[in-house]
């Protein structure tokens, strides 16, 4: 699947639920969002349809997101469908690890091998903070265990930074990556409906991280784990893991797009942000041949995002990323 500008996508990340344990603050509002009706959610069954008729066309890796994934039930049993379709060579899954430690062992079972995961604080009490939803953080910390135990690889631990909340933790994040083969990677935090004025007042740019991270020691430029998508990968001398940055703000990385995302209620989006995607649910309900509607997606596929610092006209009346998957 080659775009207009020549960018080759190959890479679907499959929103399986619009619901989420946790209410980070720079995602979801506290009250939640209009949850999507059970009817409107694509079955595992529909989703392994429409990864079927978008493998041959190109697709080849799947990570699965959400919401929290994990809150619907049986992952496992969508993973094994969807790791028997030909040419997917790749299953990951991006989770708040809150529910991980009883399902890690099944994921990787079912053929997940890669792990995202999304952890703001290394303190208890920030974490309650961030996240919203108090005695997350124990949990968060036994799958992260449970994931290292079964085998997950690489680990990559996303961190979003929230200037006076969570930035003085730059350097233990990092010093992380001393002792475990973990990936830390900082996202700058992106402007939704939801967090205008959080996101303006409280943005910390990745040059303004690199440069406190290179405090602590020299820092080399390295190539990334398997997976490498938009991060820029940096590891202190003989360290097992790496330090990334993702600048989705202050570098814009379009250029090098290579994915598309399908929500759970079945709108195939070529870009994170805007108000373009493709309602696929319909269609497959209908018996059409979904081909034509990727093709139709793919070839509008925009340049870039069009963000703006302070305002959501570049997101695209897109009040939170728990909507489409992250
Ligand atoms: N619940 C799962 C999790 O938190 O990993 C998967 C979905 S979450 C929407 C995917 C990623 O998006 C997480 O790493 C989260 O930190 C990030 N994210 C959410 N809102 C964001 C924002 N406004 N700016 C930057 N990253 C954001
Ligand atoms: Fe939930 Fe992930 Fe959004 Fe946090 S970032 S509220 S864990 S969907």
Request: glycine share 8%; proline share 6%; with cysteine.
């Amino acid at each position: 699947m080659i775009d207009q500008f020549g960018r080759s996508v190959e890479y679907l990340r499959v929103s399986i639920t619009d619901k989420c344990n946790l209410r980070c603050v720079y995602c979801m509002p506290l009250e939640g969002l209009p949850w999507l009706q059970r009817d409107e959610l694509l079955s595992y069954e529909e989703i392994e349809q429409i990864v079927r008729v978008m493998a041959p066309m190109g697709l080849e890796r799947l990570r699965i997101t959400g919401g929290e994934p994990l809150v619907r039930r049986d992952v496992p049993e969508l993973v094994r469908l969807l790791a028997a379709v030909p040419g997917i060579r790749d299953l990951s899954l991006s989770t708040n690890a809150v529910l991980l430690a009883e399902q890690a062992d099944a994921l990787k079972a079912a053929g997940i091998s890669r792990l995202n995961v999304s952890l703001d604080s290394l303190q208890e009490d920030r974490v309650d903070r961030i996240a919203r939803r108090p005695g997350s953080y124990p949990r968060i910390m036994e799958g992260l265990a449970a994931a290292e135990e079964v085998g997950f690889s690489p680990i990559k631990i996303n961190v979003v930074l929230i200037k006076g909340e969570n930035d003085d933790e730059i350097q233990d994040f990092a010093e992380i990556t001393r002792k475990h083969p973990w990936h830390v990677r900082f996202i700058e935090m992106m402007p939704t409906g939801a967090n205008l004025d959080l996101s303006a007042q409280q943005f910390i740019s990745c040059t303004e991280v690199l440069h406190r991270v290179r405090e602590i020691d020299k820092l080399e430029p390295v190539p990334g784990p398997f997976g490498n998508g938009p991060a820029e990968y940096y590891q202190f001398p003989g360290a097992p893991g790496t330090i990334g940055v993702i600048t989705p703000m202050s570098h814009n990385y379009c250029d090098r797009c290579n994915r598309m995302r399908l929500t759970a209620d079945g709108q195939l989006r070529p870009c994170l942000f805007g108000d373009l995607q493709t309602n696929l649910r319909d269609p497959l309900r209908a018996g059409e041949d979904l081909a034509l509607h990727i093709r139709d997606t793919l070839e509008v596929k925009p340049e870039r995002h069009y963000l703006i610092q302070g305002s959501d006209s570049g997101s695209g009346g897109l009040v939170a990323l728990s909507q489409t998957g992250g």
